[in-house]
């Protein structure tokens, strides 16, 4: 079964730094793109950022110079680095990853647990 493992997240300071990581474990054949997602409460989750299995970023424009996303392709897992962190940046971060099971297979949409990050003022 394949799952997806978030940790990071937590509570800082305006101003402060937090890291996300989220690993994929299980059996499968190979992993595409990977990204990270946020839902604030009582809004829509968003994309926050996401990356291509080659490596090209792209960042939501209220995230772009202070997050940066990377991967491990032989760890199977996603960074979320996030600097200068704001009071709106508060939200429950979601890591996604479009995993294939086979080699014949189709890339199906998988999402982790969600870990919670807050932003004090």
């Known amino acids: 079964q394949v799952q997806l493992v978030e940790s990071g997240g937590g509570l800082v300071q305006a101003g402060g730094s937090l890291g996300l990581s989220c690993a994929a474990s299980?059996?499968?054949?190979?992993?595409?793109?990977m990204g990270w997602y946020r839902q604030a409460p009582g809004k829509q989750r968003e994309l926050v950022a996401g990356i291509t299995s080659g490596g090209n970023t792209n960042y939501a424009d209220s995230v772009k110079g202070r997050f940066t996303i990377s991967r491990d392709n032989a760890k199977n897992t996603v960074y979320l680095q996030m600097n200068t962190l704001k009071p709106e940046d508060t939200a429950v971060y979601y890591c996604n990853a479009g995993i294939r099971i086979a080699s014949w297979g189709t890339y199906n949409n998988y999402w982790g647990q969600g870990t919670q990050v807050t932003v004090s003022s």
């Open positions: 299980g059996n499968f054949f190979s992993i595409n793109g």
